[in-house]
């Protein structure tokens, strides 16, 4: 059973431009997390999806930043007109279920040019 | 909300001593996690804690969870250079309809000969 895959696992993009992360969880899994991890700061939730919903949104900015988990297809998380301080590890996980263990996937490595 | 703090942030050791890393929470939590990353990797599972008085070993590491103290200890016995990593506790928000995660910043073991 394939883990949790993420892609790219970098991504470098210029001030401005679009960043798109993609995120296919665990055969089976219908719960998405994603983890943003700062330079010198640990990890800090940003959305959680259902298929098809997003169930909560708190961690994510305000603006810029958005996220999808499609009926079929991986789940996305979007960033417009990046910023160097969007530079950062991103980290989705995948669960079954509400409350069991989330898996995590490889990571996506952001350079903001 | 859910906040989780570990202490010491920094821990260099000598191979072959022992040492434990805290992680206080501030709020009832289902269950306590902790993982491991190395550089530029993603999250490693080590242990899931579920209920008060869990004792979980595996190798040269042991966690335990005090859920009256919202305490978990990870002991690390006689490590070896190997072990150098940066751990993270973690719980989960028990808030019903979503289980993210919060996660301590971490703490940078350094195992040195």
């Known amino acids: 059973n394939a883990g949790v895959m993420q892609n790219p696992r970098h991504l470098v993009r210029r001030r401005g431009q679009e960043a798109r992360l993609r995120c296919s969880p665990m055969?089976?899994?219908?719960?998405v997390y994603w983890y943003r991890q700062l330079p010198e700061e640990g990890l800090k939730f940003m959305v959680y999806l259902q298929k098809e919903n997003i169930i909560d949104e708190s961690g994510m900015p305000k603006e810029r930043f958005s996220a999808e988990f499609p009926k079929e297809g991986p789940s996305i998380l979007r960033i417009q007109q990046v910023v160097r301080g969007d530079s950062a590890a991103y980290f989705c996980?995948?669960?079954?279920?509400?409350?069991?263990?989330?898996?995590f996937g490889p990571g996506t490595r952001l350079t903001v040019t | 909300e859910l906040k989780v703090e570990q202490n010491p942030l920094f821990l260099s050791m000598q191979e072959g001593k022992n040492y434990t890393i805290y992680c206080n929470y501030s709020?009832?939590?289902?269950?306590l996690y902790w993982y491991r990353q190395d550089p530029g990797k993603s999250l490693e599972s080590l242990f899931v804690?579920?209920?008060?008085?869990a004792v979980k070993q595996e190798g040269r590491l042991m966690a335990s969870l005090d859920t009256k103290a919202r305490l978990s200890t990870l002991h690390i016995t006689a490590a070896v250079h190997d072990l150098s990593a940066t751990y993270f506790c973690?719980?989960?928000?028990?808030?019903?309809?979503?289980?993210?995660?919060?996660f301590g910043k971490g703490t940078l073991l350094t195992v040195n000969p």
């Open positions: 055969k089976g899994h219908s719960h």
């Open positions: 996980a995948s669960s079954p279920d509400l409350a069991y263990e989330q898996y």
């Open positions: 804690l579920l209920s008060n008085g």
């Open positions: 709020t009832t939590s289902d269950r």
């Open positions: 973690a719980g989960d928000n028990s808030g019903g309809s979503n289980y993210k995660l919060t």
